[in-house]
């Protein structure tokens, strides 16, 4: 059989919505990973699309000798098959299968520390490290055990609506939760890696009841308690994205308002972030005391005009 019958035939097989098939034979793979779609795509040397299809479990072999070569497999042995082949060409789609089934269950950190006893995890996360104007912000969540709160996940990934009602919800249902705010001028003095570290501390300490344990979104922390750095941690960790929104909801207002003074920068469109109608502003009315002159495009436009 040539490729386009072999994919003829797999899309033939009677699945269910919420099914995969990942072949063996002709080097197909399983690409195009998404929470929830309408397709999905594989590979071989072109994309094919198999309509109704998306990322779930298939255990069983059609009964078809065509197909007899494949093996129908849950996305967790594929994964599993791929870092045995040990092949560089498969890192990619290794690195994207392991987030996709790691963002599956974003309960496992917290519920591996409560079973070492360990029940006041403080999530950690931070936003605002590229923009060109205002602070960097952090945020602090301990969430209770029975917390739950579909579709909560990395801030970045919701829209503003779901982030401000997410954000109240988290606020009320949390056992305690504090927020760090470090300025434009602390940041120009020791640099935004420095400046995320103690937003973060400060966001630590304001928290009314301590945490036994801190996860953060992959940034090391000197504290007198256990830090666990986790890479993707804001997608991995309930607790995480939980900051992650707290953080990002603050900071977004403070720029609303800041866009309330300064109309002309567009600030509640970019949020600070060097946009082009916000780069074009720097150039028409100048920088503002807020800005960050530390930061490019700020730093090139006062030395252009410091002549």
Do not use: W
Request: proline fraction near 5%; charged fraction near 30%; charge should be negative.
């Amino acid at each position: 059989m040539n490729q386009k019958e072999i994919f003829q035939l797999l899309e033939s097989i009677p699945l269910e919505k919420n099914q995969f098939v990942v072949g063996e034979m002709a080097s197909i793979v399983c690409h195009g990973l998404k929470r929830t779609c309408d397709e999905l795509v594989v590979y071989s040397l072109k994309p094919i699309s198999i309509p109704d299809l998306s990322v779930m479990v298939v255990d069983t072999l059609p009964a078809s000798e065509e197909l007899k070569n494949y093996l129908f497999l849950s996305l967790e042995s594929c994964l599993e098959r791929l870092k045995l082949a040990n092949n560089n060409n498969d890192k990619a789609i290794i690195k994207k299968i392991s987030l996709f089934l790691e963002s599956q269950d974003t309960y496992q950190y917290e519920r591996k520390l409560r079973e070492k006893g360990i029940h006041l995890i403080g999530g950690v996360d931070e936003v605002g490290r590229g923009p060109l104007v205002g602070p960097v912000v952090a945020a602090c969540c301990i969430l209770p055990e029975e917390f739950h709160l579909e579709g909560l996940t990395d801030s970045k990934k919701l829209s503003e609506k779901k982030r401000e009602y997410f954000f109240e919800e988290i606020k009320k249902q949390a056992i305690s939760y504090g927020i760090g705010i470090v300025d434009e001028k602390r940041i120009d003095e020791i640099n935004i890696y420095e400046a995320t570290k103690e937003a973060m501390i400060e966001a630590i300490h304001n928290c009314k009841i301590q945490p036994e344990h801190v996860l953060t979104d992959a940034m090391k922390l000197n504290l007198e308690i256990p830090v666990t750095p986790i890479i993707k941690g804001d997608l991995k960790s309930i607790t995480i994205s939980a900051a992650s929104v707290l953080a990002k909801v603050t900071r977004d207002r403070m720029l609303y308002e800041l866009d309330k003074k300064y109309p002309m920068y567009d600030f509640k469109s970019n949020v600070g972030y060097p946009t082009k109608k916000h780069v074009d502003a720097i150039e028409e009315y100048g920088i503002l005391p807020e800005h960050r002159k530390s930061y490019g495009p700020v730093k090139d436009y006062l030395e252009r005009h410091r002549a």
